[in-house]
């Protein structure tokens, strides 16, 4: 008698071995979909170019741009549609083993469970909307709040800020998500910010920082500094009284021309924070 038999131990012993394997193999067929959920990383970036996030993290932290928050991401130098940026953790304190590689949704490659950004949407967004941005950096410099939420705009007061004659907007982020806790937590208000962002250089967010954009790290750590910098040379002028003299468009034009940019300055911050 081939059929099932009551009692018979052996047959109902092959039966539940063969759907235990039935379950198993379902557990194995669920798990490619799983991994092809996660983004597919775009192999290892050139080291140089992470020993330079990780100098940017720590220059930010000695100029003052940056304190405990704040942070500083480049794009992978083997695909546009990557980009590596520290784990949470206070900027001072990066090293190469916190950077972590995530997808323009800002999904990393491999989730091994570390907590990231909350406001790393603010980079993926920017990184989709603006192809010639190499480098984004949010911090929360206390120097500019008082023009991000005056309407008093923020303009050239020498040369080493010349970039800032292209223009800084301020994100209301009421205007994309009404009431929040002020931060750029989700793709929406990302994409809302980039817009605001458009074609500048940088921009002020009303009640909480600034972002910063660059075609390099050393632009855009060197432009963060410098934002800093003007920001508190304009409020001084604007407090000793009169009418403080910016520079004009040609004359921004004229500096931005010149050759180098940021570079002597960065070669210096980064042997600054090497012999820490």
């Not at 990557?82 to 323009?104: H, K, M, N, Q």
Request: with cysteine.
């Amino acid at each position: 008698m081939n059929g099932f038999v009551p009692g018979d131990s052996g047959l109902n012993r092959r039966r539940f071995v063969a759907a235990c394997a039935g379950l198993a193999a379902a557990a194995v067929v669920g798990r490619p979909s799983r991994a092809l959920a996660m983004p597919r990383s775009a192999g290892p970036a050139d080291p140089a170019l992470i020993d330079d996030l990780v100098a940017a993290n720590r220059i930010l932290a000695d100029q003052g741009v940056v304190d405990g928050y704040g942070h500083v991401s480049v794009r992978h130098d083997r695909s546009p549609d990557r980009f590596l940026i520290a784990r949470s953790i206070a900027p001072e304190l990066v090293t190469a083993d916190d950077i972590v590689e995530l997808d323009l949704d800002c999904n990393p490659v491999d989730d091994r469970g570390q907590r990231l950004y909350l406001e790393r949407f603010i980079h993926g967004e920017i990184y989709k909307a603006r192809p010639d941005v190499r480098s984004v950096v949010h911090h929360h410099s206390p120097a500019i709040l008082p023009f991000a939420i005056t309407g008093v705009p923020l303009r050239p007061v020498y040369h080493m800020s010349a970039f800032i004659a292209a223009g800084v907007p301020v994100f209301e982020i009421r205007d994309a998500g009404g009431v929040t806790d002020m931060l750029v937590r989700t793709p929406e208000l990302g994409r809302a910010l980039a817009q605001t962002l458009g074609d500048k250089p940088a921009l002020l967010m009303r009640g909480h920082g600034a972002v910063v954009v660059g075609r390099s790290l050393p632009e855009s750590v060197g432009r963060s500094v410098y934002l800093q910098l003007n920001a508190r040379l304009q409020a001084e002028a604007i407090a000793l009284g009169g009418t403080p003299t910016y520079l004009s468009q040609e004359e921004a034009a004229r500096v931005l021309a010149l050759p180098g940019g940021y570079e002597r300055a960065w070669q210096l911050w980064k042997r600054k924070v090497a012999a820490r």
